[in-house]
């Protein structure tokens, strides 16, 4: 399995998942896409600490989808990295643009610019 499903937002606010009519900004709302963070993967490929290959991939502790010029990341396919948005829709990127896709369902942010949403 080469491929993440998008927990991170969700994670933070408490919850298990995610309603497609929570995501404001579906066409740059990440879903899914290439597992390239070298952290999820077991020696030889990756380095992970645990000896079992997690096929169940997602995101809410570990940032798995990095791209070839991020420290970790692996070039999976010479033209980047694949990237499955909310509205159905996949494009391939070199690395993260914060003005085409997002981890948080309301803004445009990064990874681990994602944070609990305050009450």
């Known amino acids: ?5 998008e927990a991170r937002w969700a994670h ?5 998942n995610i309603k497609f009519t929570d995501v ?5 709302y990440i879903i899914s896409g290439d597992c390239t ?7 030889p490929f990756g380095v992970a600490a645990y000896t079992t290959v997690d096929v169940d991939k997602s995101d809410e502790v570990d940032e798995h989808m990095l791209f070839a010029n991020e420290p ?7 033209a980047g ?30 990874w681990g610019d994602v ?4 009450p």
């Not at 933070?12 to 298990?16: F, P």
């Open 37 to 43: 963070g070298a952290r999820a993967y077991i020696p």
């Open 81 to 110: 990295d694949n990237v499955l948005f909310a509205d159905g829709h996949v494009a391939c990127f070199r690395a993260f643009d914060v003005s085409a896709m997002t981890y948080d369902v309301n803004e445009m942010k990064a």
């Open 72 to 78: 970790g990341g692996l070039n999976i396919h010479r």
């Open 1 to 5: 399995m080469n491929y993440f499903l």
């Open 12 to 16: 933070l606010q408490g919850r298990h």
């Open 24 to 28: 404001r900004l579906s066409s740059e």
């Open 115 to 118: 944070a609990a949403v305050q």
